[in-house]
């Protein structure tokens, strides 16, 4: 840790303790039966994390009583916010007309919700399963099986979920992306996998001059959230279309996070791009777990049981589980129903945040700026992370700037803002996070209050020599 956070983190952590106190007796009773007592590492931070009890809207109360404005919005699902009545109205409805839980039979609604998925993003046929990890592992099948090669490109910071076939430069080690970053994955992971900038056509284009026809597929998030949300640019994402389709490599973007959080589709939809496969997850299940690959007629027939060679995309207990496809559809159904009104809504508000937050520590004299609102393309979107630059001029391109530590300060902002605005009444990932529906001027205001605490805080810090 650096030196200059010390104080200012045990200051923070103590009072924590003391404020979650709750929190802290169940965390010691979690650690008994739990690794780590929880069961997702992003759940987590030190000293433990704050347990819930209830969430509705923008907030969530922890089971110490605290009432937090919440950025996380289930790992960025709620885009309603949380336990909203489209939502929640429509599955109680299933649960009493004897409809609801897993029947292991073909429904109607499974019908309904492919329809409803493929109709908004364009593709040609979908194939359902339970979390983004298993769509985005089944994509890098396919792709492998129909190309028949064996490299994946993909970017330092990408996050595609504990996928062994993409878990590779997703931890920043301090000077950059590199290594393998599990045990237990195939030894060939190591050249299987190339990693590459986020935002950078030239190193794009260098790998693929390289080792383009041995590519199977290149997969990326048109705005990694590790990445602090700078969001692709548009040269990028063209760049990527046109290699792939040259070198006869699969395009693969992953809009797990991406997918109707910009507009009632996919984020490549406003790029002009159509990836041959995409991913998606969160959003589309509508705080339930859905999860999908969308894409090309001849590359999703890989994975049909008469096909040959046959992608093994197959089994899934819960796939279209009733109840998931019933949130899916009230909320797909919501999104295309308001899209008109929502997503310039979430925008509006999402820049009057920014721009609140960056006055705030201007105000304080602390150097903080809001990502998120960099692209002509996706627009202001409701994606933004508070980062902390060591120089004034930063023009960060994505993970490989913001989580470098000698770009920015990683600490304050994965620890110290984190535990300081927890104090004060607000719940943020990676410095923000997303916002919903529901976060209006009451939750702003409660935001920017803690945001100004913490302001103050850091510049009370002792300064690096
Ligand atoms: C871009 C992206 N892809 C894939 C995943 C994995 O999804 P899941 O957690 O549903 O397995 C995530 C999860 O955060 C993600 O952000």
């Not at 493929?118 to 396919?142: E, F, H, K, N, P």
């Not at 080690?173 to 299987?192: K, L, N, Q, R, T």
């Not at 890989?302 to 279209?320: C, E, I, K, Q």
């Amino acid at each position: 840790m650096h030196d200059k956070h010390t104080e200012l983190l045990q200051q923070l952590t103590q009072a924590y303790t003391a404020r979650y106190a709750g929190s802290q007796q169940s965390h010691a009773r979690s650690l008994r039966v739990m690794v780590d007592g929880i069961s997702h590492g992003a759940r987590t931070w030190e000293p433990f994390p704050v347990r819930i009890r209830a969430a509705q809207g923008a907030w969530v109360t922890s089971e110490d009583g605290q009432q937090l404005v919440d950025y996380w919005q289930g790992h960025f699902a709620n885009i309603l916010g949380h336990n909203p009545r489209e939502i929640v109205e429509p599955l109680l409805a299933s649960l009493q007309a004897d409809y609801g839980l897993q029947t292991g039979l073909p429904e109607e609604q499974e019908i309904t919700y492919a329809e409803m998925l493929t109709q908004a993003t364009g593709a040609d046929q979908v194939r359902l399963t339970t979390s983004g990890t298993l769509a985005t592992m089944y994509a890098l099948m396919i792709a492998r099986a129909y190309t028949g090669r064996k490299l994946v490109v993909k970017v330092g910071g990408g996050w595609h979920g504990a996928n062994p076939l993409a878990l590779k430069g997703v931890s920043h080690s301090g000077s950059g992306y590199g290594g393998v970053d599990s045990a237990g994955v195939s030894a060939a992971a190591e050249e299987e996998i190339l990693v590459t900038r986020f935002n950078d056509s030239n190193a794009l284009e260098e790998l693929f001059r390289e080792h383009g026809d041995r590519i199977a597929a290149f997969i990326f998030e048109p705005c990694p959230s590790v990445g602090g949300f700078v969001p692709a640019t548009k040269t990028y994402m063209h760049t990527a279309r046109a290699l792939t389709e040259r070198c006869g490599a699969i395009l693969i973007v992953d809009e797990v996070i991406t997918g109707f959080r910009y507009c009632a589709s996919s984020a490549t939809s406003l790029y002009g791009v159509q990836p041959d496969l995409a991913t998606y997850g969160k959003i589309i299940g509508g705080g339930m777990p859905i999860a999908a690959v969308t894409g090309r007629r001849d590359l999703l027939a890989l994975t049909s049981d008469s096909a040959s060679p046959r992608v093994w995309f197959n089994g899934g207990t819960y796939s279209a589980h009733p109840l998931a496809l019933t949130a899916g559809i009230a909320m797909l159904q919501t999104l295309k129903e308001r899209q008109d009104t929502l997503y310039p809504a979430l925008s509006r508000r999402a820049t009057e945040l920014r721009n609140r937050i960056e006055q705030v520590f201007a105000d304080r004299g602390v150097l903080a700026r809001c990502s998120g609102a960099e692209s002509p393309v996706l627009g202001a979107g409701s994606l933004a992370s508070v980062y902390f630059p060591l120089q004034d001029d930063l023009a960060p391109q994505g993970p490989d700037d913001l989580n470098d530590p000698r770009l920015c300060d990683v600490v304050l902002r994965e620890q110290v803002l984190k535990l300081g605005l927890l104090l004060a009444g607000v719940n943020v990932v990676h410095g923000l996070g997303a916002l919903s529906t529901e976060h209006g001027d009451r939750e702003f205001d409660v935001t920017c209050e803690a945001f100004d605490r913490i302001a103050l805080q850091i510049k009370g810090m002792p300064r690096r020599q």
